[in-house]
Structures are given as structure tokens and as C-alpha cells.
């Protein structure tokens, strides 16, 4: 998969140790942490450097990829989306994405999450991409539709670490 890629307003970037503050700053109110199964709250900065350091190092591996969502003009971070497979054994991908508070109802999330699966697309000829969206986060699953995901039926009980509880996540899949 690329390193980079743009989109309209964005460019999505590999992750980089001067992004923590950044997202620390994000997360830190819990909001973001709550709807997502792996950012924990409070998400302290060191935790974000440790983060982002055990991206870089898993960049060989290629079952990972991890991307920064700035503006293209002003690369300040407002999110950040992922490519990954959840086991080695795993047959399809599957994409992640948050937004900043204040990048939330703008089309952030629909336009990198767009970026992101055209990218796949090109790069890795996935025959399918999954994602998923706890069920309290119906906007997630609007911006997934916008995309051509469809729901499954299915559902999937995640452990989410911001909420340091078992959330119910309603699974969704794009054929491409």
C-alpha cells in the first residue's frame, strides 16, 4: 500500500511522532476513544508516541497500514484512518477511520475513508473490505453507506478500550 495519497482537501500521510500532541488533543475528551474498539480513554501522550512507534515498526509487515488525515494545504492533523487485517489468517481488509471534534460534520471522515478504499483498491485488490461501527455511532455507518457498504446482518462484540467495556459493533462489507 501507498505511503501517501491525496484527495480533494486531504492528504493521509504515515503517522509521525509529531502528530501526538495532535491526537492526544483529539482524544482527549473521551468522545473519539468511546466509538472506536483500540484508543483508550484518557489516551495519554506517551501512549500515542508508543503507538505510532509500534506502527513505524510494523510498516514490513504489511497487514497494517495506518495513515494521518490532514489538510492538504496546512498538514494539520484532523484524524486518522487505517488499513488492517485483523489476523494473519484473514482473507479481507478492513478499514477504520476517526475525525477531530472540530472536523466532525464537514465530510472529513467520507472523504478520507473514500481516499482509503480507492487507494486499497489500486494497491491491494482486495475481493472485499469490511469495517464495522458500534451501534451508538449511527454516523459511522452513514459515512460507510455513502462509501457502498452494505450491512451484513451480522453483529460483532468488540472490547472497547475508551469504554472499558464490551460494545455491540454492526458489521458491514463493500464488494469491490
Not at 473519539?32 to 500515542?48: D, E, G, N, Q, W
Request: net charge neutral; proline share 4%.
Amino acid at each position: 500500500m501507498r505511503d501517501r495519497f491525496e484527495t480533494e482537501r486531504l492528504l493521509l500521510r504515515p503517522l509521525e511522532q509529531r502528530d501526538a500532541a495532535a491526537i492526544h488533543r483529539h482524544c482527549q475528551d473521551g468522545s473519539i476513544a468511546r466509538f472506536t474498539a483500540h484508543i483508550p480513554a484518557p489516551y495519554p501522550v506517551l501512549a500515542v508516541e508508543l503507538y505510532i512507534l509500534s506502527v513505524r515498526a510494523g510498516a514490513g509487515n504489511r497487514n497494517r497500514f495506518a495513515y494521518a488525515v490532514t489538510g492538504k494545504d496546512d498538514d494539520r492533523l484532523v484524524g486518522a484512518c487505517g488499513i488492517f487485517k485483523r489476523n494473519a489468517a484473514a482473507t479481507h481488509w478492513e478499514i477504520g477511520y476517526w475525525v477531530g471534534p472540530e472536523a466532525q460534520g464537514r465530510g472529513i471522515a467520507s472523504e478520507a475513508a473514500a481516499g482509503l478504499v480507492e487507494a486499497a483498491r489500486a494497491d491491494l485488490a482486495p475481493d472485499r473490505l469490511v469495517a464495522g461501527h458500534f451501534e451508538d455511532n449511527p454516523a459511522s455507518g452513514r459515512v460507510l453507506e455513502k462509501l457502498g457498504f452494505a450491512y451484513t446482518g451480522e453483529t460483532t462484540r468488540l472490547f472497547s478500550m475508551g469504554r472499558m467495556a464490551y460494545a455491540t459493533s454492526r458489521d458491514m462489507a463493500l464488494a469491490v
